[in-house]
Antibody, heavy 123, light 107 residues
Framework: EVQLVESGGGLVKPGGSLRLSCAAS????????MNWVRQAPGKGLEWVSS????????YYADSVKGRFTISRDNAKNSLYLQMNSLRAEDTAVYYC????????????????WGQGTLVTVSS | DIQMTQSPSTLSASVGDRVTITCRAS??????LAWYQQKPGKAPKLLIY???SLESGVPSRFSGSGSGTEFTLTISSLQPDDFATYYC?????????FGGGTKVEIK
């Protein structure tokens, strides 16, 4: 069974940093591109970042470029999001999501999502 | 960035109704469109990919159509489990973008 479990969320002051993790199981993690998507309270979904299976290709939303860094450790079946210079508008539930294998090319739709981890940026 | 516009933002319907949600892209995205269902407090669930392909395990009452800039998600006969918020997403190019969502409420 595919499982994605996020952790690392919490309360942080503006300007602070936080590192999110996503532990993957039930599939060959190293074969899949992975993604972070966030959802502010009561709002819609916003794509944050994507990373290819071997970390060769990385993309960011303009809203986080230069502040967030996506990475992965295929030996540990884990995806990460390092978030620096956090702002109030970064407050959201952060989901990790797997690229669907049911498509060719890249990018792709997201077929499995974690349960999310809440990041709150407030003084 | 490609903008995705969903309509309506809220839809009131009854069990058994046929429901259609529209998603428009600001430029052509070919068929690189997905539809997701999200229930309160839960992660989104993939329903449709490549505009019209049904994800495994998703009931056949869900269908998608369209290409280019206009897309629709149709629920042929609304069931109690279908009351949720639906999002379209383009994956033609980065930055990936989602529509604003359509909340399907009980009439």
């Amino acid at each position: 069974e595919v499982q994605l479990v996020e952790s690392g969320g919490g309360l942080v002051k503006p300007g602070g940093s936080l590192r999110l993790s996503c532990a993957a199981s039930g599939f060959t993690f190293s074969s899949y591109s992975m993604n972070w998507v966030r959802q502010a309270p009561g709002k819609g979904l916003e794509w944050v970042s994507s990373i290819s299976s071997s970390s060769s290709y990385i993309y960011y939303a303009d809203s986080v470029k230069g502040r967030f860094t996506i990475s992965r450790d295929n030996a540990k079946n884990s995806l990460y999001l390092q978030m620096n210079s956090l702002r109030a508008e970064d407050t959201a539930v952060y989901y990790c999501a797997r690229d669907s294998p049911n498509s060719s090319g890249w990018p792709r739709a997201f077929d499995y999502w974690g349960q999310g981890t809440l990041v709150t940026v407030s003084s | 960035d490609i903008q995705m516009t969903q309509s309506p933002s809220t839809l009131s319907a009854s069990v058994g109704d046929r429901v259609t949600i529209t998603c428009r892209a600001s430029q052509s995205i070919s068929s690189w469109l997905a539809w997701y269902q999200q229930k309160p407090g839960k992660a989104p669930k993939l329903l449709i990919y490549k505009a019209s392909s049904l994800e495994s395990g998703v009931p056949s009452r869900f269908s998608g159509s369209g290409s280019g800039t206009e897309f629709t998600l149709t629920i042929s006969s609304l069931q109690p489990d279908d009351f949720a918020t639906y999002y379209c997403q383009q994956y033609n190019s980065y930055s990936l973008t989602f529509g604003g969502g359509t909340k399907v409420e009980i009439k």
